[in-house]
T-cell receptor, first 114, second 113 residues
Framework: KAGVTQTPRYLIKTRGQQVTLSCSPI?????VSWYQQTPGQGLQFLFE?????QRNKGNFPGRFSGRQFSNSRSEMNVSTLELGDSALYLC????WGQGAYEQYFGPGTRLTVT | AQSVTQLDSQVPVFEEAPVELRCNYS??????LFWYVQYPNQGLQLLLK??????LVESINGFEAEFNKSQTSFHLRKPSVHISDTAEYFC???????????FGAGTRLTVKP
């Protein structure tokens, strides 16, 4: 099976712009979670989608949003970018969600905001 | 909600030496515990996990971790490390109540020749 894929791998944006990141989960996986990874804050949970519904959300402002399509592919959007949004954004898929199920991570999208 | 503390941000060791990466968690319910590894420029990969049963779990590349409920710990150990073990290691905790996996801040293991 193909692994989790994320596009694009690298992105440079200007403060105030918006950005959309894409994640394709492993075939058959219905849960997709998003994480932000920074040197200062580590790995922080953004949100989880299951069967096109947001099931759980971390403590991030409303500028961060996401959605999941019927084929389980997911996108996350960040509006009005700030310098502090520069990070590695990781997507992870699993069969049924978090809890006891292993999450499979993609390579990430490195976003740089200038 | 559950939380995870990784007590060491960096652990430098020499090749073939033993290593222990420490992880403590807090939770009011039964938990599932995981160790993930992240190599440079890659996503995280599952190293091992504890769901239930035997408190000692092992990975295919020689790592092991022991679930200690009384000390709320899940430390990762390897008796003899290799240069290729150099990576960042993350401890994570989740449960079926919140459906929300929490990660520790990570421990950067550097193996020196």
């Amino acid at each position: 099976k193909a692994g989790v894929t994320q596009t694009p791998r690298y992105l440079i944006k200007t403060r105030g712009q918006q950005v959309t990141l894409s994640c394709s989960p492993i075939s058959g996986h219905r849960s997709v979670s998003w994480y932000q990874q920074t040197p200062g804050q580590g790995l922080q949970f953004l949100f989880e989608y299951f069967s096109e519904t947001q099931r759980n959300k971390g403590n991030f402002p409303g500028r961060f949003s996401g959605r999941q399509f019927s084929n389980s592919r997911s996108e996350m959007n960040v509006s009005t970018l700030e310098l502090g949004d520069s990070a590695l954004y990781l997507c992870a898929s699993s069969l049924w969600g978090q809890g006891a199920y292993e999450q499979y991570f993609g390579p990430g999208t490195r976003l740089t905001v200038t | 909600a559950q939380s995870v503390t990784q007590l060491d941000s960096q652990v430098p060791v020499f090749e073939e030496a033993p290593v222990e990466l420490r992880c403590n968690y807090s939770s009011s319910v039964s938990v599932y515990l995981f160790w993930y590894v992240q190599y440079p420029n890659q996503g995280l990969q599952l190293l091992l996990k504890y769901l239930s049963g035997s408190t000692l779990v092992e990975s295919i590349n020689g790592f092991e971790a022991e679930f200690n409920k009384s000390q709320t710990s899940f430390h990762l150990r390897k008796p003899s490390v290799h240069i290729s073990d150099t990576a960042e290691y993350f401890c994570a905790v989740s449960d079926n109540n919140n459906n929300d996996m929490r990660f520790g801040a990570g421990t950067r293991l550097t193996v020196k020749p």
